[in-house]
């Protein structure tokens, strides 16, 4: 018995090796399809600009041109770009992070008459596209007066029903022991709120802030439609600086594009797995 169980396991990791390798082979590929236009957007960056489209393309530079970074600067006021960005990126997560979990935590651990109800209506809104409230909400901005501020690019975004969503499943998870104890001791719902709750929905207030970070950081549409001056642009409006009707700087334009790309990049490699976290909270019952 014991022979034949030994001959078993030793003819069945030839096919297991050739699965894996099988299957690391094609990530691989994978991957590098993924990985070549990334490459090609830095090669680009350090071209100069008459060899962009030059035939053979070369794939490696004949000559580094690092400089064109700092033309980047020079070209636009990049640095303007990059704090407005900053500065909206993180108003928005720490509003989402506020208002979604306050509302979620009324949801969640203060049941009142039609909260049930107000929450499916909540969860409705999220079937609708955002296109279809692109307009309503310009002309509601419009009519405050806070086309081209901060308010216009902060204030629409500062809670979602998504954002309810997640913190309101992940509440239902956390035992209401704890909560008893402090009530009986006195405690106010806010300060059950701020340091019981919020200390222990760490895990899906970080998964919130990251999907939110990566939203507003990679928005295009609102930030060019409620922005007129260049002062107030963020960096997927600025890009187009580098572009006009008839031609495009394709150095600095790869070049700013990877600029703007990197912290996204950074984010992601450090919070990846709050990506994963995010997919299990929103299955989880309430």
Same mark, same amino acid.
């Given at each position: 018995?014991?022979?034949?169980?030994?001959?078993?396991?030793?003819?069945?990791?030839?096919?297991?090796?050739?699965?894996?390798?099988?299957?690391?082979?094609?990530?691989?590929?994978?991957?590098?399809?993924?990985?070549?236009?990334?490459?090609?957007?830095?090669?680009?960056?350090?071209?100069?600009?008459?060899?962009?489209?030059?035939?053979?393309?070369?794939?490696?530079?004949?000559?580094?041109?690092?400089?064109? !970074?700092?033309? /980047?600067?020079?070209?636009?006021?990049?640095?303007?770009?990059?704090?407005?960005? =900053? +500065?909206?990126? *993180?108003? %928005?997560?720490?509003?989402?992070?506020?208002?979604?979990?306050?509302?979620?935590?009324?949801?969640?651990?203060?049941?009142?008459?039609?909260?049930?109800?107000?929450?499916?209506?909540?969860?409705?809104?999220?079937?609708?596209?955002?296109?279809?409230?692109?307009?309503?909400?310009?002309?509601?901005?419009?009519?405050?007066?806070?086309?081209?501020?901060?308010?216009?690019?902060?204030?629409?975004?500062?809670?979602?029903?998504?954002?309810?969503?997640?913190?309101?499943?992940?509440?239902?998870?956390?035992?209401?022991?704890?909560?008893?104890?402090?009530?009986?001791?006195?405690?106010?719902?806010?300060?059950? !709120?701020?340091? /019981?709750?919020?200390?222990?929905?760490?895990?899906?207030?970080?998964?919130?802030? =990251? +999907?939110?970070? *990566?939203? %507003?950081?990679?928005?295009?549409?609102?930030?060019?439609?409620?922005?007129?001056?260049?002062?107030?642009?963020?960096?997927?409006?600025?890009?187009?600086?580098?572009?006009?009707?008839?031609?495009?700087?394709?150095?600095?334009?790869?070049?700013?594009?990877?600029?703007?790309?990197?912290?996204?990049?950074?984010?992601?490699?450090?919070?990846?797995?709050?990506?994963?976290?995010?997919?299990?909270?929103?299955?989880?019952?309430?």
């Amino acid at each position: 018995m014991t022979s034949t169980g030994d001959s078993s396991r030793k003819t069945a990791k030839p096919g297991q090796l050739f699965a894996d390798i099988f299957t690391y082979a094609v990530l691989g590929i994978v991957s590098l399809t993924m990985l070549v236009p990334f490459l090609w957007m830095i090669s680009t960056s350090l071209k100069p600009e008459y060899s962009v489209f030059e035939f053979p393309p070369k794939f490696i530079p004949s000559s580094w041109l690092f400089e064109n !970074y700092m033309s /980047i600067f020079k070209a636009a006021p990049f640095l303007r770009f990059l704090y407005n960005t =900053v +500065f909206v990126t *993180m108003s %928005v997560v720490i509003g989402q992070v506020i208002f979604c979990s306050l509302a979620a935590y009324a949801f969640a651990r203060l049941p009142f008459k039609g909260s049930n109800a107000i929450f499916v209506l909540f969860l409705a809104t999220m079937m609708i596209p955002s296109q279809v409230t692109t307009i309503p909400t310009y002309v509601m901005i419009y009519k405050f007066h806070w086309l081209d501020t901060y308010a216009a690019q902060i204030i629409p975004f500062l809670s979602s029903a998504y954002g309810i969503f997640l913190l309101k499943q992940f509440f239902h998870s956390l035992p209401k022991e704890t909560e008893d104890a402090a009530r009986i001791d006195g405690c106010s719902e806010f300060r059950i !709120y701020w340091n /019981i709750i919020l200390p222990l929905s760490q895990p899906a207030i970080a998964t919130l802030s =990251v +999907f939110t970070f *990566m939203g %507003v950081w990679t928005d295009f549409l609102w930030p060019m439609l409620v922005t007129n001056t260049v002062e107030m642009r963020t960096l997927e409006v600025g890009l187009s600086v580098f572009r006009n009707q008839y031609t495009t700087n394709w150095p600095l334009q790869m070049g700013a594009s990877l600029l703007v790309i990197f912290p996204v990049l950074l984010v992601f490699l450090f919070t990846q797995r709050y990506f994963v976290q995010g997919i299990s909270l929103t299955g989880m019952k309430g």
